[in-house]
DNA sequence: AGGCGTTTGTGAACGTACGCACAAACTCAC
DNA sequence: GTGAGTTTGTGCGTACGTTCACAAACGCCT
């Protein structure tokens, strides 16, 4: 019955009393986590929610209760020990065992997603692909090979993978999903512009580049529009005429 | 001053008396586009909220709401003309112009986005692609040739560009951000895993792959500590002890 | 030991977003 | 023309997220 479910509740379904994360706070917490272990090659041991912040790109009291919700461990007057911090929430958000992630489709963007170097530093393997292009299984990308998408619930089960990545076209996304949740995956990261539809207890997060871009276009739309009609009075029932007001861009 | 703000709002800084749209509704919009084109290939011509909800993947209510908000056309008694509301809505993204977008950085993400062909359907056209690697400027992808970033202001005024997307390693995307902003690219879709600081009147939107995964490792981790924790009572203080994980997965 | 400056953690106010539920508006059949 | 059925648009209660502002807690200097 569950569609995709992009802003899921982060809490226990029981009644227990358990502290229960902010789902907002909970996807800021990679970023703090980046921005932490970056101030830890730089050579900080401590560093105040003010640095923090700056260094997240959020607001410092944001990033405190944000902090304050995993019962964190700061020291007023001085701030956070960077080391500890970076345990605690990679403790919180389970990175402290490195998580095994399968990639199906291999084509143009899964090729690149195979060949990042990125994940292997953040707590992530890419444990196995699959495509099932018969062309290109038995591939090997990055010393991994790809395998036919018939084989998953065989290496699922002996790589313990809870987490996928679609990388397919959308037409053939659902079907993965289905693959993928038959074989007993419970998260899926989906770059397939469609919606899923998964079971309970299975969560979805979409990437979608091009909304992404049409996101950025709106705001451009809006911006020009502001910029570039000096006037443009009333029109009739057009909805949305932006309208009037050249408003210099700063820079 | 302006730090990264994705949740940025939509509205004219004046005070007239435009239709401002929430940042959450224009976020869904593209959603809704693709839902609407998928539905116009498959010979609707009109669709109720109660449909189009379901093939975006969203609650009905919410989408009456986000297409009220842009004054939108719909028919008691029979719902919305597909056509119609496509065409509001591309209106609405500024979509009826393609946007020009320039690619900054042609590693192994670069080489995939610039690939993909799903830009073009949706809008955009990749009218440029650039590198700091001598080794690479030069080299064509899917047509296109690679230039040098310093031909960035030159390329960018030639083509009108407005959006941006920076897919180069973390170290140097800031400078690129500089760059690209100098030359008067006014949104940026950054990859790089960093913050950026760009002037206000800047947009930029992030997506950074290993944040993805690691708020699915969160849930996750919640997952697993549910169902092998079938009971665990109040321990005193313990901040967020999930701990332990032998997991029975689902299925 | 005590006071001062700094920084955290949080209570409270504010704003935004969501979803229900219903009246208004429309089509269609007769 | 009238009534029945359907679907939109929206007012309202509620939940969530953000920001401000301040008291409590800490280190440090004297």
Do not use: W
């Not at 800021?28 to 560093?47: I, K, M, N, Q, W």
């Not at 929430?89 to 065992?97: F, K």
């Not at 065989?154 to 959308?170: N, R």
């Amino acid at each position: 019955m569950s569609q995709q479910r992009n802003g899921q509740a982060a809490g226990a379904p029981d009644g227990a009393g358990f502290p229960d994360l902010p789902e907002a706070t909970v996807a800021r917490l990679p970023e703090y986590l980046r921005a932490l272990h970056h101030l830890a090659e730089t050579g900080f041991d401590t560093v105040s929610s003010e640095g923090l912040a700056a260094a997240a790109g959020v607001n410092s009291a944001k990033l405190r209760k944000d902090l304050s919700h995993l019962g964190s461990y700061g020291t007023r007057g001085v701030g956070y020990d960077v080391a500890l911090l970076i345990a605690q929430i990679e403790h919180v958000l389970g990175l402290t065992q490195r998580r095994t992630v399968a990639l199906v489709g291999v084509g143009n963007l899964g090729h690149a997603l195979a060949g990042y170097g990125g994940f292997g530093t953040r707590g992530f393997r890419i444990a196995a692909l699959f495509d099932a292009d018969p062309g290109r299984v038995g591939e090997q990308i990055n010393g991994l090979p790809v395998h036919d998408i018939r084989r998953l619930p065989e290496v699922v089960a002996a790589e313990a993978i809870s987490i996928a990545v679609i990388a397919t076209p959308a037409e053939a996304a659902q079907q993965v999903a289905d693959q993928l949740v038959a074989a007993g995956v419970t998260s899926i990261l989906n770059f397939a512009p469609c919606v899923l539809s998964v079971p309970d207890g299975v969560d979805v997060r979409k990437v979608d580049l091009a909304v992404e871009l049409q996101i950025l276009s709106f705001h451009e739309h809006r911006k020009s529009a502001l910029t570039t009609l000096p006037s443009h009075p009333a029109n009739g029932r057009v909805k949305i005429r932006p309208a009037l007001n050249g408003e210099a861009l700063a820079t």
